[in-house]
């Protein structure tokens, strides 16, 4: 998800952006991101992004944590959504993703970040609570925790 820029398409939508994101589990521990570019960076968050037309969400999973980690993942279910709606100082929004977040399990490779990530870490998911984190990130990690504990 990109910063605003003069000819960002994203910027003041005119309806919401469908985007992904998974909690990626290796070895008990979930992965863990913070962005690069505004309005995202600063906090923890998952990899992810917008699902291109004629793609399926978990298409859309698969390769959006390959470009922004270059890992290879297996999606295995839905662990919840966010709505991230940013309004600008006259209540206009100028952002709307709804984000549907995803338990997948690492398969391979070891995170190397793109230009639109700053850092990463695999994090022991009982200490997401703790961490400055996006709004909702300690639930959906917990909720994609208990669906691979069960898959």
Same mark, same amino acid.
């Given at each position: 998800?990109?910063?605003?820029?003069?000819?960002?398409?994203?910027?003041?939508?005119?309806?919401?952006?469908?985007?992904?994101?998974?909690?990626?589990?290796?070895?008990?521990?979930?992965?863990?991101?913070?962005?690069?570019?505004?309005?995202?960076?600063?906090?923890?968050?998952?990899?992810?992004?917008?699902?291109?037309?004629?793609?399926?969400?978990?298409?859309?999973?698969?390769?959006?944590?390959?470009?922004?980690?270059? /890992? =290879?993942?297996? #999606? $295995?279910?839905? @662990?919840?959504?966010?709505?991230?709606?940013?309004? %600008? +100082?006259?209540?206009? &929004?100028?952002?709307?993703?709804?984000?549907?977040?995803?338990?997948?399990?690492? /398969? =391979?490779?070891? #995170? $190397?970040?793109? @230009?639109?990530?700053?850092?990463?870490?695999?994090? %022991? +998911?009982?200490?997401? &609570?703790?961490?400055?984190?996006?709004?909702?990130?300690?639930?959906?990690?917990?909720? =994609?925790?208990?669906?691979?504990?069960? @898959?």
């Amino acid at each position: 998800m990109s910063g605003p820029g003069p000819s960002d398409p994203r910027a003041y939508p005119s309806r919401p952006f469908l985007a992904v994101s998974a909690a990626v589990f290796r070895a008990g521990r979930v992965l863990l991101v913070r962005r690069a570019r505004a309005p995202s960076a600063g906090p923890w968050t998952l990899p992810g992004g917008v699902v291109e037309a004629g793609e399926t969400l978990h298409d859309a999973v698969t390769r959006e944590i390959a470009e922004e980690t270059a /890992l =290879a993942v297996a #999606p $295995v279910a839905l @662990a919840g959504h966010r709505e991230v709606i940013l309004r %600008d +100082p006259d209540g206009r &929004a100028e952002r709307h993703f709804v984000v549907l977040a995803f338990a997948a399990r690492w /398969l =391979a490779g070891e #995170p $190397v970040l793109d @230009a639109e990530l700053a850092a990463f870490d695999w994090h %022991d +998911p009982a200490t997401v &609570a703790g961490l400055d984190t996006t709004e909702g990130l300690a639930e959906i990690v917990a909720a =994609a925790q208990a669906i691979l504990g069960a @898959a």
